[in-house]
């Protein structure tokens, strides 16, 4: 009775949290990424491109494409049809529909330590070096490794009419050209002026100062370090700079075979000749 009555309050006030307990419909369509690797940008992308009236924010982002991780199911069940939702799951056979947001895990594993130490998960005197390790067994995330969350979706979708796959890297080089792909696999009729003006509200420097102006509203920086942005060097490739040349071999060496099938240039050249599992290479699990 006591159990009950503490979820009617929740439900009341909103508080039951969907988490990964609600009903996926039909027609829903997810944009799916590991974390860190863009899928803000991309949320930003699609509300700016559907909601072109709209004053998108951190404030409201929840609220134009939501995430179901961190908002109620009584929100989520009185959303209009069909829903686009937000998501870091690994496979999950109820996703019928899905944007899959894939980059480079070097760059990723970068993003994800600052952001880390951004939300205190990890000790403020741990250097990125002794991130690797924890990063690449998987153990960084509660959504596993990149490798796993990536070959997850990649494995049993590729070649999937209902499976678009998007890397990071292309949406920087030609914004318009890929957010144009999304619209088209999502139905949304866009001219070119309409793409460009989505990409123009969705640029990382009108991000930033979103940032700073909603960093206490959004759960994705609210009571989080704020000398520590959350939106920061929104390129591809800075870990040339950035990861000592040992740290960058642990990666490829670990994750060679996935990183080709993407396309990823490899430092470690030698890798770029092993072979690719069959599945890979199909886009089929074995």
Do not use: C
């Amino acid at each position: 009775m006591i159990g009950q009555l503490k979820y009617a309050v929740k439900y009341a006030l909103g508080l039951d949290r969907a988490g990964n307990n609600y009903t996926v419909h039909p027609d829903d369509t997810f944009l799916v990424s590991y974390p860190k690797s863009g899928n803000t940008w991309v949320r930003f992308l699609l509300a700016n491109l559907i909601y072109p009236n709209e004053s998108v924010g951190f404030a409201n982002i929840n609220r134009l494409l939501p995430a179901p991780g961190v908002l109620s199911k009584r929100f989520l069940s009185k959303l209009p049809r069909p829903r686009i939702l937000k998501s870091h799951e690994p496979f999950d056979v109820r996703f019928r529909k899905v944007i899959y947001l894939v980059r480079d895990p070097r760059d990723v594993a970068i993003s994800e330590y600052h952001f880390d130490l951004k939300k205190r998960y990890i000790a403020a005197d741990m250097t990125l070096e002794q991130f690797l390790k924890p990063f690449i067994a998987g153990e960084t995330s509660s959504y596993g490794s990149w490798w796993e969350h990536a070959a997850s979706w990649i494995g049993p979708r590729y070649g999937n009419p209902a499976f678009l796959l998007v890397r990071y890297e292309d949406l920087l080089a030609d914004p318009v050209g890929e957010t144009a792909k999304i619209a088209e696999f999502l139905g949304i009729q866009a001219d070119e002026g309409r793409l460009k003006t989505a990409v123009e509200r969705s640029s990382a420097d009108r991000m930033r100062k979103l940032e700073k102006q909603d960093a206490d509203k959004w759960t994705g920086t609210k009571n989080t370090i704020q000398d520590i942005p959350f939106v920061r060097t929104a390129k591809s490739g800075g870990w040339k700079d950035s990861l000592p040349r040992d740290a960058v071999e642990q990666i490829e060496v670990a994750w060679f075979p996935l990183m080709n099938f993407l396309g990823y240039d490899l430092a470690s050249k030698e890798l770029d000749s092993k072979a690719v599992p069959p599945w890979l290479r199909s886009g089929q699990p074995t």
